[in-house]
């Protein structure tokens, strides 16, 4: 009989050292955020939503931030993120460098965070011809380049710097 309680006894201590008498196998696996890039690079007032997939919790709920060496100011010169939805809009001119991190923070654990980056990239104009001389009553037709080539292409054309007397410019660049 003590052989058979002694038995008892030491499979009662290994189930305790193993965590089974316990009704489970201890806190569970560690919370994981995983950051979802749509893209990987936007060019500059681009709006882009970021998702976040959060494991080992029923709490999905992120909060969002940007991090990087030139984040820092006001207005952010890395562009802004909705704390709540993770939509990112890149900011006028891109940063330098040009690397922007997204930063998901999960709220069950605000010192678990998932990230992913995106890279800012300026978009430049090129107008032709560049220096035209119009005689009075007469049309030009400008064209514009815009560089990179998957870059938006919709430019819209405008007369800077002129209070009368300057003429028109149509949606086609035709002066």
Known sequence: MIKKLLFA???????????????????????VVKVNAPIVAA?????????????NTSNQAVTWSLSGTECTGSPNPCGSIDATTGVYQAP???PNPNTVTIVATSQA????????TIRVFQITVNITPS???????????FTAIVVPD????????????????????DATGLY
């Open 131 to 141: 220096s035209p001389s119009v005689g009075l009553g007469l049309t030009q037709q």
């Open 109 to 116: 654990d605000n010192k678990t965070t998932g990230t992913d």
């Open 92 to 94: 006028a001119t891109a």
């Open 9 to 31: 006894a030491a499979l009662l201590s290994l189930a305790l050292a193993s965590g089974c008498a316990t009704g489970g196998s201890g806190p569970g696996p560690a919370i």
């Open 150 to 169: 998957d870059a938006p292409q919709t430019v819209a054309w405008s007369i800077l710097n002129c209070s009368a007397g300057c003429g028109s410019i």
């Open 43 to 55: 060019y500059v007032t681009q709006t882009v939503t970021f998702t976040a997939t959060v494991s």
